[in-house]
C-alpha cells in the first residue's frame, strides 16, 4: 500500500523474519522487501536505521549465524564505526529483521513486536483473533 508504506529488511533464511513478513502480508500490506544479504548495506543506511530504532551498532549486532565471533567483534573497546565497518563488510551481522512504517522502525524480536508498527492488524478468515506462527506459537493482537 503507498498510502502506508511497509519496508522489511529480510533475511528468508530466518524463521523471526518468515513470520514477521507473514504478519505483514496478513495485514493486507504488499511491502517492500529487501533480502540485505543480496543487497548489502550502506553506511549511511545503517546509521539512519540504527538512529530511527534508538539503539547503538552492539545492540543491533548479532552474533548467531555469523561470523561476530572470528572478527572479534564481541570486545567492547570496539566503536560503534568499527562495528558498522563490519557489518557493511558482512551483512549478515546486521540483526532481523528490521520493519519500518510510518508509526516508526523496530528490530522486530519476537515477531509480535511488528504489531504496533502496522495501521491494521493481521486478518486470518480461519481465525481473525489470532495469528499462528510458523512454529505453532499463537500470537494475539
Not at 22 to 34: F, K, L, N, R, S
Not at 67 to 74: F, I, K, N
Not at 120 to 138: A, C, H, M, T, Y
Request: proline share 11%; charged share 25%.
Amino acid at each position: 500500500m503507498t498510502d502506508f508504506p511497509v519496508t522489511i529488511y529480510h533475511n528468508p533464511d530466518c524463521g523471526t523474519s518468515r513470520n514477521v513478513l507473514a504478519m505483514i502480508e496478513a495485514a493486507g500490506y504488499a511491502p517492500t522487501v529487501i533480502d540485505y544479504r543480496q543487497t548489502g548495506w550502506t553506511r549511511e543506511q545503517l546509521e539512519r536505521l540504527f538512529a530511527a530504532i534508538g539503539l547503538p551498532a552492539r545492540a543491533m549486532l548479532r552474533d548467531k549465524g555469523t561470523p561476530a565471533a572470528e572478527l572479534r567483534l564481541g570486545d567492547p573497546a570496539l566503536s560503534d564505526a568499527a562495528l558498522i565497518d563490519a557489518m557493511v563488510a558482512h551483512p549478515i551481522l546486521v540483526n532481523r529483521p528490521i520493519v519500518a512504517t510510518p508509526r516508526g522502525t523496530k528490530l522486530c524480536r519476537p515477531s509480535e513486536t511488528v504489531l504496533p508498527l502496522l495501521d491494521r492488524q493481521p486478518d486470518r478468515p480461519d481465525r481473525p483473533d489470532r495469528f499462528v506462527k510458523e512454529d505453532g506459537e499463537i500470537v494475539l493482537p
